[in-house]
């Protein structure tokens, strides 16, 4: 009786522990959107960062391909070439971009790397940065966009409010994701503000 007792006790222990561990994790995606919160700072102070990588096939003019990613200025580039030949198909676009640097990538995107067909949540993205064909976000992060989302976003006479309003419509990804076969909920979703919360 003693021992099972004890077996109990170390069974709710552990699971008070994963529970914690749990926890734990949750509030680090939750509290993610927080740092949406960061002040956009200006670009003689903080230039745009553009990372990520351009098709294979360019490698031989990359250091050419690289200056146009950033010739409108207040911006540098860390992109290199991608070893396998396709990107990814993702984009990420900071809050703080502004709309003539962000339409600039967007296009050199679908130049040099294989096109844009997916969104980046910008809560899981800085301020200051773009992301060119970039791998490093699971799908639950995403939502992929049309070649007329894409199109819109490409107006030239959007205002930079405009045009982040478009992003947060474009990137909400879907309420349910893949999970071992299964459709569970997507708790990496996220919602831009909206008229009915009164903003």
Known sequence: MRIKISGNLVMNKYL?????????????????????????EP????????????????????????????????????????????????????KCV??????????????????????????????????????IFDEPSQQLVSSEQVQQMLNPNLSNEEFHKLYLKFSIPNALTPFFGLQVPNVKTAHPPSSEGGH
């Open 43 to 94: 670009l003689d102070k903080k230039r745009i960062k553009i990372e990520g990588y351009i098709s294979k096939k360019f490698r031989k003019q990359r250091k050419a391909v690289f200056k146009e990613f950033a010739e409108l200025g207040n911006s540098r580039t860390a992109l290199r070439v991608y070893p396998m030949g396709e990107t990814s198909k993702v984009i990420a676009i900071g």
């Open 16 to 40: 008070a522990r994963c529970g914690v561990a749990v926890l734990t994790i949750c509030f680090l995606f939750l509290g993610g959107p927080a740092q949406a919160q960061e002040k956009c």
């Open 98 to 135: 502004p709309v003539h640097i962000a339409q600039h990538v967007i296009k050199k995107a679908m130049k040099y790397s294989t096109g844009v067909e997916s969104l980046v949540q910008q809560q899981f993205i800085h301020g200051h940065w773009i992301g060119v064909g970039v791998t």
